[in-house]
């Protein structure tokens, strides 16, 4: 069972990505290539009274529109957080579900997904509120014995409070 003081915690970083958001999004193919920079959009709200969000956001890769969704909470019974993403580019087939532990008290998620030809990709995503106004959103590619390497990074700034 989770302490007062943990759940206040984790209670405050899902809050703290409540809002209305804009920003720039960067998409990495490699660690040296950065291969887009877009416009983003995007809304962070509550899922009733759960502790999970959902972020919905607007962007373009190379001038074409893409569109996502994100989940985002924390499961009491297994002390962890979950994720589950799709998005018009870089998920547009299947939903991938991820999960990771909160130990740091920071919403980092791992999940996997299909490559053809070659085992299962890793998927990290970092969610850090950087400060009230300023929230990062960074994912990062874990490729078979490779080292990860960060693929997409997104740099919003707050547009409108959480009501």
């Given at each position: 069972?989770?302490?007062?003081?943990?759940?206040?915690?984790?209670?405050?970083?899902?809050?703290?990505?409540?809002?209305?958001?804009?920003?720039?999004?960067?998409?990495?193919?490699?660690?040296?290539?950065?291969?887009?920079?877009?416009?983003i959009r995007g809304?962070?709200?509550?899922?009733?009274?759960?502790?999970?969000v959902i972020h919905?956001?607007?962007?373009?890769?190379?001038?074409?529109?893409?569109?996502?969704?994100?989940?985002?909470?924390?499961?009491?019974?297994?002390?962890?957080?979950?994720g589950a993403w799709?998005?018009?580019?870089?998920?547009?087939?299947?939903?991938?579900?991820?999960?990771?532990?909160?130990?740091?008290?920071?919403?980092?998620?791992?999940?996997?997904?299909?490559?053809?030809?070659?085992?299962?990709?890793?998927?990290?995503?970092?969610?850090?509120?950087?400060?009230?106004?300023?929230?990062?959103?960074?994912?990062?590619?874990?490729?078979?014995?490779?080292?990860?390497?960060?693929?997409?990074?997104?740099?919003?700034?707050?547009?409108?409070?959480?009501?």
């Open positions: 069972m989770m302490t007062d003081q943990r759940t206040q915690a984790i209670e405050q970083i899902l809050q703290s990505l409540v809002g209305q958001w804009q920003g720039i999004a960067r998409t990495w193919f490699g660690p040296e290539t950065l291969a887009d920079e877009s416009p809304s962070v709200r509550r899922i009733g009274t759960s502790r999970f919905e956001y607007e962007s373009a890769f190379e001038a074409t529109p893409l569109h996502g969704a994100g989940i985002y909470g924390y499961n009491q019974l297994t002390d962890s957080f979950e799709v998005d018009s580019f870089h998920m547009p087939t299947n939903i991938m579900a991820s999960a990771g532990n909160p130990a740091e008290l920071t919403l980092s998620v791992l999940g996997s997904y299909e490559v053809e030809g070659s085992s299962d990709w890793g998927w990290r995503t970092e969610i850090v509120a950087d400060g009230p106004d300023r929230l990062l959103i960074t994912a990062y590619n874990l490729q078979p014995d490779e080292p990860e390497t960060k693929a997409v990074e997104i740099i919003y700034s707050r547009v409108e409070a959480a009501a």
